[in-house]
């Protein structure tokens, strides 16, 4: 059996939030040295870390 600490929630919120530039949205709790992201609501594309810090940005066809 798995013991769990008792204080799991405490050590999540201590971790920085990274969050779409264009609508908010969390997208993860943590530290990255080079991530390329999708925004799962808005569909923005961003590079966090040391890669490009321009974003692109998803244009929809519908």
């Known amino acids: 059996m798995e013991v769990k600490p ?31 992201i999708k925004c799962s609501r808005c569909g923005t594309v961003q590079c966090i870390g040391s890669c490009r810090q321009e974003a692109k ?3 929809s066809s519908w």
């Open 6 to 36: 008792k204080n799991l929630r405490q050590t999540k919120s201590k971790l920085p939030e990274v969050r779409c530039f264009q609508c908010n949205k969390l997208l993860f709790l943590g530290i990255a040295e080079n991530v390329e």
């Open 57 to 59: 940005v998803h244009i």
